[in-house]
C-alpha cells in the first residue's frame, strides 16, 4: 500500500517538473536589451541594471540621512561634481526605472538590503543577530522572492500560470488523499460514468468500512438483488449433480437464492482449484464456482489415532477461520489483488445487529481500477442446523450484493466433510437481469477465496498440531525426568548399603577379636613413677 502511494507521489511529482519546464521560457529566452538615445547632452547614464542599483541605494541612503542637504553636498564634492549634477543624474536614473518597471522591485530589494545592513550593525548588539535571526530573514527573503518571481510569471504567463496552478492543486490532493482512501473517483453507480464505487489505488478497508458504516448509519443499505420468483419442483445444478435431494420450491433472485443451489465436486483435487463456470441458464445468467479438496492423508502417518486428530485440527482450523470471517488472507500474487473485512452494525433502536462485508478487487472498478463491491449478510448454516439439504455441510455462509456495487448476485462459501477429507466451496451466482462481472474476473475472485481459506486452514491446522505436540512432549519430559530422577536416587541409596555391608562383611573377616572386644580400662591408668599421676 505505501509502495503504491511512493510510486504516484513519484509520478506526480516527475510530470509537474516536466510540465514545468515545457511550459514556462527559459530564463535566457526572456532576456531582451533595447537602446534608446540619451536626449541630453550630460552623457549617457549606465546601462548596467548593478550601477543603477548603486545609484537608486545612493538616492535612499541621502534621503534617509539625517541632513540630506550636507549628505548630498558631500557625496557630490568626493566624485567631484555639483549638487545639481548628481541631483540630474539621480531624477534620470529613477525616471528610466519607472518607464522599464523595474523601479518598484528594486525600491524593495534596497529596502531589505538597507535592514539587513541595520540589524547587523547601527549600534545593534551582536547577540541580536544570533543564528534563529538570520535564519528567520533567510526564509523571508526565499519567500519573497519566490512570490515576487511568481507574480512576475504569472502577469507574464497568465494562462501557463493558471495551467501549472491547476497541476499543483491535483497533484497536492492526489498525495494527500491516497492514503486515506486511495483517491476515489466515484462512490456509487452512474451510469453511463460510473458503475459503482472506484479508486485509483487499492482503498484502505479502514476507510471503505467507516464509509459503509455511516451510510447505514444515515438510512441502512439497500439489496441489489432483482425480487424474488419460486418455482416449484425444479433443481438448480452444475454439471449434472447425482444427487437426488430435491426441493419443491426453490427460489429465484433475492436473498437467499444460493440455499438451493448444488454444485458438483465429484472431481474436487487437492493439487489445484477446480473452476467452473455456467453462463446464460435459464435462472441464472452467470454462476461460477471453485472447489478444492483437503485431503488428511497427505499431511498425516497412517496411524488412525493421528488421523482422527488431524481431522480434528482440521475442524477446529476451517470453523475458526469461517468465525473470523479470514477469506482473504492469503490471496496468490498470480491474482487479482483482493481484499476483504466483515463487520457489524446495530440498531439504535432495538440492538439488532446486521453484519456486512466489504470487497475491494482490483480491475472490478472503472477503467479496470480498483471496485469496492459491499455485502451484507444472507443466511448462515453449520452443522448443528437439523437439515436434510444440508447433511454433510459443516459450515455455509452467504452474503448478497448492496446498491453502490458493481455487480448484483450472491456470493456463497460452505466447506463439506468426506471420510478424510474437507471439500471447500466458493460460488458466485448472478440471477438473470442484474449486473454481472467479466468471466475472467470472477472465475479469479471465487478461485483466489478457495485458495486463501486453504491456505488459511493448513496453516493453522499445523500450528494447532504443532502446540499439541509440543504440550504433550513437555508433560512427557517433565514425568520421564522425575522418573528418572526416583530411579536414579534408588540406585544411589542402593549401592550406598551395599557398600556398608561388603565393609562390614571385610572387617569381621580380617578382625579376629571382631564380635568379642570389650574395653579394659588400662588406658585410663597413669603410668608408674610419673611425677604428674603420681
Known amino acids: ?162 495551467l501549472l496552478a491547476l497541476i499543483f492543486i491535483t497533484s497536492f490532493l492526489a498525495v494527500h488523499n491516497a492514503p486515506r482512501n486511495g483517491i476515489v473517483i466515484s462512490t456509487g453507480a452512474f451510469p453511463p460514468f460510473s458503475r459503482g464505487h472506484t479508486t485509483i489505488l487499492e482503498p484502505p478497508m479502514d476507510y471503505v468500512q467507516n464509509y459503509y458504516v455511516t451510510k447505514w448509519e444515515r438510512g441502512g443499505w439497500e439489496d441489489s438483488l432483482p425480487p424474488s420468483i419460486e418455482l416449484n419442483a425444479k433443481q438448480l445444478k452444475m454439471k449434472g449433480s447425482k444427487s437426488k435431494k430435491q426441493s419443491s420450491k426453490n427460489t429465484i433472485g433475492g436473498v437467499g437464492m444460493t440455499r438451493s443451489l448444488v454444485v458438483d465436486t465429484s472431481d474436487a483435487s487437492n493439487d489445484e482449484v477446480s473452476v467452473e463456470t455456467k453462463r446464460n441458464g435459464d435462472d441464472f445468467a452467470l454462476v461460477t464456482s471453485a472447489y478444492k479438496t483437503i485431503s488428511i492423508e497427505s499431511s498425516v502417518d497412517d496411524d488412525e489415532e493421528m488421523q482422527h486428530e488431524a481431522m480434528d485440527c482440521m475442524l477446529e482450523s476451517v470453523s475458526s477461520i469461517f468465525d473470523e470471517r479470514r477469506f482473504a488472507e492469503f490471496i496468490p500474487d498470480s491474482s487479482p489483488n483482493l481484499k476483504y473485512r466483515s463487520f457489524h452494525v446495530a440498531e439504535e433502536d432495538d440492538g439488532d445487529v446486521t453484519e456486512g462485508a466489504v470487497m475491494a478487487v482490483k480491475l472490478l472498478g472503472d477503467f479496470g481500477l480498483y471496485g469496492v463491491q459491499p455485502l451484507c449478510l444472507s443466511y448462515e448454516l453449520d452443522e448443528d442446523d437439523d437439515t436434510d439439504d444440508n447433511a454433510t455441510m459443516l459450515r455455509c455462509i452467504a452474503f448478497h450484493t448492496l446498491k453502490g456495487g458493481h455487480f448484483d448476485g450472491e456470493l456463497r462459501l460452505s466447506v463439506e466433510q468426506k471420510i478424510t477429507s474437507l471439500v471447500l466451496s466458493v460460488v458466485l451466482a448472478i440471477p438473470n437481469g442484474a449486473r454481472k462481472p467479466p468471466t475472467r474476473l470472477a472465475e479469479s475472485i471465487v478461485s483466489s477465496l478457495v485458495k486463501s481459506i486453504s491456505h488459511s486452514s493448513q496453516i493453522r491446522m499445523k500450528q494447532t498440531q504443532s502446540r499439541k505436540s509440543q504440550s504433550k512432549q513437555y508433560r512427557e519430559r517433565a514425568s520421564g525426568r522425575a522418573t528418572e530422577k526416583r530411579h536414579e536416587r534408588y540406585e544411589q541409596e542402593k549401592l550406598q548399603e551395599e557398600m556398608a555391608a561388603e565393609r562390614k562383611r571385610k572387617w569381621k573377616r580380617n578382625n579376629p577379636d571382631a564380635g568379642r572386644y570389650t574395653p579394659s580400662g588400662h588406658r585410663l591408668r597413669s603410668p608408674d613413677g610419673h611425677p604428674k599421676f603420681s
Open 1 to 162: 500500500m505505501a509502495t503504491n502511494h511512493r510510486k504516484i507521489t513519484h509520478l506526480l511529482l516527475f510530470i509537474y517538473t516536466i510540465l514545468l519546464l515545457t511550459i514556462l521560457p527559459l530564463p535566457t529566452a526572456s532576456l531582451e536589451a533595447t537602446w534608446t538615445p540619451n536626449p541630453d547632452d550630460s552623457g549617457p547614464l549606465p546601462l548596467s541594471l548593478a550601477q543603477r542599483q548603486q545609484l537608486l541605494e545612493l538616492e535612499v541612503a541621502i534621503t534617509s540621512s539625517p541632513d540630506p542637504s550636507s549628505t548630498l553636498a558631500h557625496v557630490a564634492k568626493q566624485n567631484g561634481m555639483s549638487q545639481e549634477e548628481l541631483v540630474g543624474m539621480l531624477n534620470r536614473n529613477r525616471d528610466d526605472l519607472m518607464q522599464t518597471g523595474d523601479l518598484e522591485g528594486m525600491l524593495q530589494d534596497v529596502g531589505a538590503k538597507m535592514q539587513q545592513q541595520g540589524a547587523g550593525g547601527g549600534g545593534r548588539s551582536m547577540a541580536s543577530a544570533t543564528l534563529p535571526r538570520r535564519v528567520l530573514s533567510l526564509i523571508s527573503y526565499i519567500v519573497f522572492s519566490v512570490a515576487k518571481t511568481t507574480s512576475v510569471q504569472v502577469s507574464r504567463y497568465p494562462r501557463q500560470s493558471t
